[in-house]
């Protein structure tokens, strides 16, 4: 196994959410950094659940992401004749047997194992069958599943997983664990480690809710004669009550699409996600995908569970306020282009792109969207609280209303002699906006605070924002006297 080579193998129940993002981000990076392999595996054995629609969310999460793989998407489905092989091989070479046991048995003996206090563990009847009381049963079809015999010396399983150290467990505290159901089906035990043998696996990177699978994995690998792969466990991500998050009890809140519709840029989410369970030794938090794939190391996998805080219902901060920071950080100091193509897209879906933007006024878009860009989170608030500089049907914060208008009571007089003021400027330019402005003020004998904030207010709709008279100039001089001298509160 001298070539690294791993793998990401999601169910196709449901959209990619962000915990299964997160694994195939860590999968990926280390492929990238030491030269390796990523192989996309779709484990689609749940028939009632997989479904087409799931598989290709999971495909466009990924791709939105940027995470390539190398080989794939194979179908687990596709392979189902080699599950079953690996367990009639195993049965043949005396490392699994089939057991006849009934559910209605079993549950007997589960039950008065608890009644005697005692730690129930199946007790190998089928495993002691003579040849006869076999051949017997298998003419009479009895329905069996099939057991991995687990040896039966003192020994254990050791291995050592790249994040929590050595892991031993016992071979007499593991129970003979089905393989395969009674319907003929394998189980995921199974299925996934011939596999990962077929696609030679060589490094693991999975949750730690995976880890009490591996010693019985780590058996069935030792069985079919194959090479163990290195194991690294990561932690779990929980949400804010500490619960696992999933997609079936949080909804769409945690799926990779959601942040895509609600305006994350891909690789901002990416960078989120990677902090999520890791940690240089400098805790930096930003960084290029070069730096990524540079920095990145199993040893900077945490042990401890990390906390995805989502605030479900809040229009502004719905998500972590980490990851809108990192979104926030990368908005401000992308490249125009770039930061140009992703606004774009945002502004067709809400019907406010201009064919211009793209040629004779793509200076003044672009300078535009350089100027505004600093105080937003996300691509989806140049569309709504940037919307009137690209378009008069904006909505106004009542906030900013009861702030800077209505406690005023001649601020409609006032703002319509400012508009007066800006109609007659030759040269609407920010020196020009500004010495008017403060100029009224002084004849008004108020402070120019009253006339910045109703300004902008009106103008933009919003509390807050960039310079004012530089946000007036961007918007343009009949815009401004028109939203001003229409100011009625």
């Not at 909804?251 to 840029?265: R, S």
């Not at 003020?441 to 103008?459: M, Q, S, W, Y």
Request: with cysteine; glycine share 6%; net charge negative.
């Amino acid at each position: 196994m001298s070539e690294v080579r791993l793998r990401f193998p999601p169910s196709p129940t449901g959209y990619l959410h962000i915990g299964g993002a997160r694994t195939a981000i860590y999968n990926w990076l280390y492929a990238k950094k030491h030269g390796g392999k990523l192989i996309l595996r779709i484990e689609d054995t749940d028939t009632e659940r997989s479904t087409d629609e799931s598989m290709s969310g999971i495909l466009d999460g990924l791709n939105w992401l940027g995470i390539t793989w190398d080989e794939g998407p194979y179908l687990q489905s596709d392979y189902a004749d080699d599950h079953i092989q690996a367990a009639q091989k195993l049965i043949r070479d005396g490392h699994a047997y089939k057991c006849f046991c009934t559910k209605e048995v079993l549950d007997k003996k589960r039950e008065a194992a608890i009644a005697a206090k005692l730690t129930y563990k199946y007790d190998r009847t089928c495993c002691n069958l003579s040849q006869e009381e076999l051949a017997d049963r298998e003419k009479q079809d009895v329905p069996y599943v099939v057991r991995f015999k687990v040896p039966d010396s003192e020994g254990a399983v050791i291995f050592n997983d790249k994040v929590y150290g050595k892991i031993e467990k016992a071979y007499i505290d593991i129970e003979d664990f089905v393989i395969v159901r009674s319907n003929g089906k394998p189980l995921y035990l199974l299925s996934n480690v011939v596999d990962d043998i077929r696609d030679r696996i060589s490094h693991i990177i999975r949750g730690q809710d995976g880890l009490g699978n591996t010693p019985r994995q780590i058996l069935i690998y030792k069985a079919l004669g194959s090479n163990i792969p290195e194991f690294a466990h990561m932690s779990l991500t929980l949400d804010p009550r500490k619960a696992k998050i999933s997609k079936r009890s949080h909804g769409e809140v945690v799926t990779v699409q959601f942040y895509k519709d609600h305006g994350f840029l891909p690789w901002a989410l990416v960078n989120f996600l990677v902090l999520l369970g890791w940690s240089t030794a400098d805790d930096k938090e930003i960084f290029s995908q070069k730096e990524l794939i540079e920095a990145f190391s199993l040893e900077g996998l945490n042990k401890a569970n990390s906390v995805f805080n989502y605030h479900k219902g809040d229009p502004k901060f719905f998500t972590d306020p980490k990851a809108l920071n990192i979104n926030a950080y990368y908005l401000r100091t992308m490249p125009i282009e770039d930061l140009t193509a992703a606004v774009k897209e945002e502004f067709k879906s809400e019907g406010l792109w201009d064919e211009k933007y793209d040629h004779e006024k793509k200076k003044w878009f672009q300078t535009t969207l350089d100027l505004i860009r600093s105080r937003f989170h996300t691509v989806k608030d140049f569309a709504v609280m940037g919307r009137a500089y690209f378009a008069d049907d904006y909505s106004v914060d009542q906030k900013a209303v009861k702030k800077n208008i209505t406690k005023y009571e001649n601020i409609n007089e006032w703002l319509g002699m400012l508009a007066e003021k800006f109609s007659e400027l030759q040269n609407f330019s920010k020196d020009e906006i500004e010495r008017v402005t403060r100029e009224l003020a002084a004849e008004l004998d108020i402070k120019p605070g009253i006339l910045i904030n109703g300004c902008r207010t009106i103008v933009t709709g919003q509390l807050a924002g960039a310079g004012l008279f530089d946000v007036l100039e961007a918007i343009g001089q009949d815009r401004v006297v028109n939203r001003l001298k229409e100011c009625r509160y």
